[in-house]
């Protein structure tokens, strides 16, 4: 059974920084496209960022130069850097892995921004 447990988030003021993690268990981690997904209220779940199997990354325009994603295969875990943070980044943001034939999903975390 493959689980993603995501921890991290909060509250932080405009221009501060936050991390989350998410650790993955029940498949082989490793070979993997891991993203990360936002859900602000009222609005469709969008991209945030994506990390390949090869360490190859993808980012949503508006997060490019602030957020950073990366990975430890040996942790099972992919993590969101998040700095210069905005609150228009004010939403829930959800850890994805996705197996290619299969997308799971963790749980989500709030992450607030105030001005």
């Known amino acids: 059974q493959v689980q993603l447990v995501v921890s991290g988030g909060g509250l932080v003021q405009a221009g501060g920084s936050l991390r989350l993690s998410c650790v993955v268990s029940?498949?082989?981690?490793?070979?993997?496209?891991m993203g990360w997904y936002r859900q602000a209220t009222g609005k469709q779940r969008e991209m945030v960022a994506e990390?390949?199997?090869?360490?190859?990354?993808n980012y949503a325009d508006s997060v490019k130069g602030r957020f950073t994603i990366s990975r430890d295969n040996n942790k099972n875990t992919v993590y969101l850097q998040m700095n210069s943070l905005k609150p228009e980044d004010t939403a829930v943001y959800y850890c994805?892995?996705?197996?290619?034939?299969?997308?799971?999903w963790g749980q989500g975390t709030q992450v607030t921004v105030s001005s």
């Open positions: 994805n892995l996705d197996s290619g034939s299969y997308r799971y």
């Open positions: 990390v390949d199997s090869d360490g190859s990354t």
């Open positions: 029940g498949t082989n981690f490793r070979i993997n496209v």
